[in-house]
């Protein structure tokens, strides 16, 4: 089937397109250049197209989730709504259920999102979850910074049999790339204690944390993945975090980027910057490190980062950060769940309520900002929430009404509804940068696809997937600086969200319930190595994990439908 | 005042849920309006003149200004007045879940007993029921740490378990006896029993007042007695005789109050020892006769 979306204007930053009017066209599943006289002509005259969201970093599937919907029952009942003609009820506000994540998605105009934490162990019931997950591809991101055999590999500096180890990991696990949480911080919860900056060694295992990410990292590209290492630093949330997080990014600055990656300019990706960008010695006298993490991104081109917004909502966290966890535990004494991964990981689930009233909320809320709009270029940043973290991914349009309104901010401040450190401890109020459309297309789809090295998508390049959405906003029309309300109304609701050529929502409604795709990657070329490390780790393997090896691997029939991304030695 | 009347004519298996059906939504309703209406029930929907005779009288221009009038065997009616911010809902039969659950203002009446979740996070209003209710009286919905926070409840007969779990305010009285753990998680507001308690009140209360008058089973051992109170004021309402005060649950380090009536629970001054200095007034009370 041929389709031309006709007199759109198009924002299309890959290929330097910025609010032209012209048409773009899908043959199936694919753009192209042309289509014939048959093609059906959809008229999108004056309506924002763009190429479909990429969300860089979520947690929308996987037991860490189950976890969080079993023990917030009451996160359920919020958002229900009646099945449709096309489509099941939904049910969920953070936590929502796995069809209502992807309906919402369509709803956004978004078709990919990155689960961003897999724990090997647990990689089975994470497919299993995005399998039923619709209208949206899932790659997931396995965890190895606190994996026992990666850091025992770091201590030795033993990176060839690293770089098997995480080969053979992402084949067993149908995974994506190297994703690091707190590393060896996790590791250290399950002696009850923490690491607190980047060479506090894990216990037992006496390698640092810095040691380990320059590990990955020098695997990863020694592997030429499509993503660079992706990782939370140590510290998370934490006052007077921020030279750890420089020195984090400043470890890795020297590795060079492998050759084979081709779509991706950076070596590290740090998600959730806000989090990491915290001065002071407490919540007392905490304050933005904004504008001095920034600095550092805008002088370095070896990172990206995206920012993980407050959005001032009621949410739940969930992370591999266990021990951060705890800590907000204490703060809030609401209900929390702890777990243990055997030897790779651990996690930690907790509601929280971020409030413009409270003064720690609205300082996360104005540093995430603040990070949007200090760093220069757009293409270092991604839009994200950190799903369900610091927000539901539902309230992406609003962060986006914020970014393109400099007023809307200041009357937030300046009407009380958000605390007054957003005043007096940050930069915020001094900003009148204003994101565009064109800005705005690139921290939500472009950068994020380049980023992760997706070949297939983030752009309206003909032969790529056809994942297009059309937006009912005007921008010739539109002052978003005033009518903030307005671009968060048409950001909410896609006009059209096109998905691998299929028309998932038509008419703002979402209309179909399209299998969702896994995207793992495939490392040829390692399968001697890969053998003999598995045979290295059998012993070990064996006697501590409480799975046999033979049930622990993703089998094919928990990847029905997988888009397999081969990366050649 | 508009007064909008439903007299059963079928019972439904599966139960009706009426939380659309509200003075907030239908003050200007009229029967044919109703009669275009169709009630959820299980994961479909039927219309509600199929369970009811609808007659609407009068014209209102607010919910503050609508009686609506229940009658008939409501045991499968879910949802009475859930979300109701105004007006009066007159129900004569017993009720199902949830009757005045999330209601932040107006009245509801039951004649009759309320299933569980009555007054579920209320904010504001009254809900009265004659008879009994069952579990959760005025408390979270699972999992929710935020129960009933304004308002008042007055159930005339007995409460079921976990009565007024993490109340954060208003006022619930329960004229019967009370099962356990009534009060559990509060953290504001007040719970007056008049009749027996079960056992352990105030479980992990941080704050907040319960007052027994009748007599307690069993008392958690979070609660630390401070002492017998003559005519105690409590929450700005005071209660006349003897009450023995407790403060708790330092489980969790809390500083709720649990008030005893001190004649019906005489017994448990007996367990401190005649020279604990500590509680005088307590020894001085039992010498009393």
């Known amino acids: 089937m041929e389709y031309i979306l006709k007199n759109g204007i198009v924002y299309d930053p890959t290929n330097k397109v910025a609010g032209e009017k012209k048409d773009v066209m899908f043959k199936d599943a694919k753009i192209v250049e042309d289509v014939s006289s048959d093609a059906k002509v959809i008229d999108v005259t004056d309506k924002i197209v763009m190429p479909a969201g990429v969300d860089p970093h979520a947690h929308v599937a996987g037991p860490k989730l189950v976890v969080g919907r079993l023990y917030r029952p009451e996160d359920s009942r919020r958002g229900v709504t009646a099945k449709t003609k096309y489509i099941r009820g939904e049910a969920g506000f953070s936590i929502p259920s796995c069809p209502t994540t992807g309906y919402r998605y369509s709803r956004l105009g978004y078709g990919t999102v990155v689960e961003a934490a897999m724990p090997p162990l647990e990689a089975k019931h994470t497919h299993e979850e995005i399998s039923i997950t619709p209208n949206i591809d899932i790659p997931a991101l396995p965890l190895f910074g606190n994996n026992w055999f990666c850091m025992e590999y770091a201590k030795e500096n033993n990176l060839e049999d690293m770089a098997a180890y995480v080969s053979a990991m992402l084949k067993i696990t149908k995974g994506y790339g190297i994703k690091i949480v707190n590393p060896c911080g996790s590791e250290a919860w399950g002696w009850g204690m923490n690491v607190h900056g980047v060479n506090d060694k894990a216990p037992y295992f006496d390698v640092t944390s810095k040691e380990l990410i320059i590990a990955l990292a020098k695997v990863n590209e020694m592997l030429g993945l499509p993503h660079s290492i992706h990782i939370h630093p140590n510290d998370l949330g934490h006052p007077g975090n921020v030279p750890t997080t420089l020195e984090t990014l400043d470890a890795v600055k020297n590795i060079k980027k492998s050759s084979k990656a081709t779509i991706r300019d950076q070596v590290v990706h740090c998600t959730h910057l806000q989090f990491h960008s915290y001065t002071g010695n407490s919540w007392k006298d905490a304050a933005s490190g904004a504008e001095e993490v920034a600095k550092y991104v805008n002088s370095h081109d070896h990172m990206t980062c995206d920012v993980g917004q407050v959005t001032l909502d009621e949410t739940t966290t969930m992370t591999a950060d266990a021990p951060m966890e705890y800590d907000l535990f204490k703060i809030s004494g609401l209900k929390w769940a702890n777990k243990d991964i055997e030897c790779e990981t651990a996690a930690g689930i907790i509601p929280c309520i971020y409030s413009g009233s409270a003064p720690v909320s609205t300082l996360q809320w104005a540093i995430g900002l603040e990070l949007f709009l200090h760093i220069d270029n757009p293409w270092q940043v991604c839009l994200t929430t950190d799903h369900p973290n610091a927000g539901p991914f539902i309230r992406y349009p609003r962060i986006m009404s914020w970014l393109m309104s400099s007023k809307r901010r200041m009357e937030m401040i300046d009407n009380g509804e958000v605390h007054k450190w957003a005043h007096k401890r940050t930069t915020l109020a001094t900003l009148d940068r204003e994101y565009d459309f064109n800005d705005i297309a690139i921290i939500s789809r472009a950068a994020p696809a380049k980023i992760h090295g997706f070949a297939d998508r983030g752009a309206l390049t003909p032969g790529y997937r056809a994942d297009i959405a059309v937006y009912d906003i005007n921008p010739n029309e539109i002052d978003p600086s005033v009518q903030y309300e307005e671009i968060e109304k048409g950001f909410s609701n896609a006009l059209y969200t096109i998905k691998d050529g299929q028309f998932v929502v038509k008419d703002k409604e979402v209309v179909m319930n399209k299998e969702s795709q896994n995207i793992w990657v495939n490392v040829k070329g390692y399968e001697r190595e890969e053998e003999k490390v598995i045979n290295d780790i059998m012993p070990f393997f064996t006697q501590y994990y409480s799975v046999k090896w033979e049930n622990y691997p993703v089998h094919d029939h928990y990847v029905s439908n997988p888009i397999v991304v081969d990366v050649e030695r | ?289």
């Open chain 2, 1 to 289: 005042m508009k007064t909008i009347t439903f007299d059963q004519i079928k019972f439904s298996t599966i139960a009706l849920e009426m939380d659309e059906i509200i003075p907030d939504t239908v003050y200007d309703w009229t029967e044919d309006d109703f009669a275009k209406y169709q009630v959820p029930i299980g994961n479909s929907r039927f219309p509600i003149t199929d369970f009811f005779d609808i007659t609407v009288e009068g014209e209102a221009e607010s919910a503050a200004e609508v009686k609506m009038i229940f009658k008939g065997d409501l045991n499968r009616t879910k949802y009475i007045g859930s979300k109701m911010s105004a007006g009066e809902i007159y129900c004569y039969g017993n009720v199902d879940l949830h009757v005045g659950a999330e209601m932040s203002g107006g009245y509801i009446y039951v004649e009759g007993n309320a299933a569980a979740h009555a007054g579920r996070e209320m904010s504001g209003g009254k809900l009265e029921i004659t008879g009994n209710t069952k579990e959760f009286t005025g408390a979270s919905y699972i999992g929710e740490w935020r129960g009933m926070s304004g308002g008042e409840i007055i159930v005339h007969g007995n409460a079921g378990k976990q009565c007024g779990e993490c109340l954060v305010g208003g006022k619930i009285r329960v004229k019967g006896d009370c099962d356990i753990l009534a009060g559990i998680h509060m953290t504001k507001g007040l719970i007056e029993i008049d009749g027996n308690v079960n056992r352990w009140p105030g479980g992990q209360m941080k704050n907040g007042n319960i007052v027994v008058h009748g007599h307690l089973g069993r008392l958690l051992e979070g609660f630390v007695l401070q002492g017998v109170v003559v005519d105690p004021v409590v929450d700005g309402e005071q209660f006349e005789g003897k009450y023995i005060h407790y403060v708790g649950d330092i489980g969790l380090n809390g500083k709720g109050s649990l008030y005893l009536g001190a004649e019906t629970n005489r017994e448990k001054l007996g367990e401190y020892g005649e020279h604990d200095d500590e509680y005088t007034s307590i020894r001085e009370y039992r010498n009393l006769e």
